[in-house]
């Protein structure tokens, strides 16, 4: 953990960025900050590029995120899983030993993020600008993503190392870890400082600059989903819940988003060419060989050619076939909703191209013909792309999108005592779905989960919203989506589940162990408990 703590400014001139607002994301090569190795004007901008792109690789890269927040819940399986170390992390036992890539490349990646940060946040005030408003925009913009970084490590881990400025060989290398309700007021903290300083969707916009950078709906937005975390288990504190109402109302009533709508929303809501639409808050930006992030594709595409699904060209798709559908996920999400979004969300049949013995070229294969033959996740088909390698797609990736936003303030008026209907009721309607009404607030709030699992699928959100609401609900999520053929890596199971096996998760399991290599290298450091 150490080395993350180094002040690494200058090595800046490895990384790829942009020389202007107009070309964000667009990279070019810089060799110093400048005569005196100090920020100017235009390498702040180039910082905050970098900033992004640590952001995107703690996000998406190589799957990482996508190991570690959707193989717990229902919705993944990994193809290899009696082999593979990968298996512990959906059967909820994992190895801890030496540490999944999972738990420490996560880790890596987020401390490089808060880093970068903590650069921006000291260099930027200091430099001459012309323009003081962005200034304070540049400044706002690296707290969001460090209050960013926070809250994703807080839920996974728990209590974490507060690391507010950049780390010198004379500053403690070794900070313990802070307690949850530290950790959690730290991110506020930094979500509040971007709300307040940084400009609307359409100001940026109207200035030049593309889409990507952090607005001031989407920090109010996440910070009301940080108000609202902390609601559930394990803080159970609701203080906030009246206050992220009143932000998320704020989101809604800015005009600045709004629900994808058309005759084929989903369509239209996740073509890889229309990425930035109304109802994107905040993506990770995808411009560029270096900002594809390897892992968001091929890891959930066949092996096999496939037509007509994923993309155009001589090989429609030929991914690794790493990871796939559980069929008893496709069958739930099915009895709720098997409409365009289900069609859209889950491909559960597609049409070979080559054979694939036992079957033909030109027969269609279904998720239940075999092992070989599971269903994939089809959010991020990038349907008329020409692609050279399936591992690099140009779908961006949403962190935070409008359809979120609602669901969020239909969940936080339920509990407060007083449901709105409105934004889980305008889901379900885009979904083709009957509208809800006269529920009982258990009702309504099992009715937004429910909404919440089938709109964000593959968003990285179940996990964090099953911890949130404790373990028993944890428990009854999975209870029924693991079978003994599929899980073969448990404690003292053998080659197998014996055909009794009961499902049961230990409650310290709530969160990650914190990366062994972590603990090594910082004596003050505490594992999570129960590890």
């Not at 028993?472 to 899980?487: A, C, I, R, V, W």
């Amino acid at each position: 953990m150490k080395k993350i703590y180094i002040n690494t400014i200058l090595i800046l001139s490895l990384l790829f960025a942009s020389t202007s607002c107009e070309d964000y994301l667009e990279e070019e090569v810089y060799n110093s900050f400048g005569d005196t190795d100090f920020p100017t004007e235009a390498t702040i901008e180039t910082m905050v590029n970098s900033a992004h792109h640590f952001m995107g690789m703690l996000v998406v890269f190589n799957h990482r995120m996508f190991w570690a927040t959707e193989f717990p819940t229902p919705v993944f399986q990994y193809s290899f899983r009696a082999i593979h170390p990968r298996n512990n992390l959906s059967t909820w036992s994992w190895n801890n030993e030496f540490g999944d890539p999972a738990y420490f490349d996560i880790m890596e990646r987020l401390w490089d993020v808060v880093r970068m940060s903590n650069d921006i946040i000291e260099k930027a005030p200091q430099i001459e600008m012309e323009d003081a408003g962005r200034q304070a925009e540049i400044v706002a913009e690296a707290k969001f993503l460090r209050g960013m970084a926070y809250f994703y490590a807080v839920r996974l881990w728990g209590g974490m190392p507060i690391v507010d400025k950049p780390q010198t060989l004379t500053d403690d290398l070794f900070p313990a870890r802070a307690s949850i309700e530290e950790t959690y007021a730290f991110l506020i903290q930094d979500f509040k400082d971007a709300a307040a300083v940084l400009p609307t969707r359409s100001e940026y916009t109207n200035r030049g600059f593309n889409e990507g950078h952090i607005t001031k709906g989407t920090a109010q937005g996440m910070l009301a989903k940080a108000y609202i975390t902390m609601g559930g288990a394990p803080l159970n504190d609701r203080s906030n819940l009246e206050e992220a109402k009143i932000l998320l109302e704020k989101v809604m009533q800015s005009g600045q988003y709004s629900l994808v709508q058309s005759d084929t929303p989903y369509e239209t809501l996740w073509d890889w060419q229309n990425e930035n639409n109304s109802e994107m808050m905040y993506s990770i930006q995808k411009e560029g060989l270096v900002q594809n992030y390897r892992g968001m594709f091929g890891y959930m595409t066949p092996n096999d050619a496939t037509e007509g699904i994923w993309t155009t060209g001589q090989d429609y798709s030929r991914g690794s076939a790493l990871d796939g559908v559980t069929p008893e996920f496709a069958k739930w999400y099915a009895s709720h909703d098997s409409g365009p979004r289900y069609k859209w969300t889950i491909v559960t049949e597609y049409k070979l191209l080559n054979d694939k013995p036992p079957f033909k070229a030109g027969e269609i294969l279904h998720m239940e013909d075999g092992p070989q033959a599971q269903a994939y996740q089809g959010k991020w088909r990038a349907v008329g792309a020409e692609l050279d390698n399936n591992f690099f797609c140009p779908n961006n990736f949403p962190v935070l999108r409008y359809a979120d936003i609602l669901l969020l303030h239909s969940e936080v008026t339920n509990e407060l005592g007083a449901a709105d209907y409105t934004g889980l009721n305008a889901i379900r309607e885009r979904a083709g779905l009957p509208t809800l009404s006269g529920l009982s607030q258990d009702d309504f709030r099992d009715a937004v989960f429910i909404e919440r699992d089938l709109e964000l699928t593959y968003e990285q959100n179940m996990l964090f919203d099953m911890r949130r609401r404790g373990l028993d609900y944890t428990k009854s999520k999975l209870e029924g989506f693991f079978n003994p053929n599929q899980n073969e890596s448990a404690p003292g199971a053998g080659d197998g589940y014996p055909q009794d096996f009961q499902f049961s998760i230990e409650p310290h399991r709530m969160l990650f162990p914190y990366p062994p290599r972590e603990l090594l290298s910082n004596p003050n450091l505490e594992q999570n408990p129960g590890y």
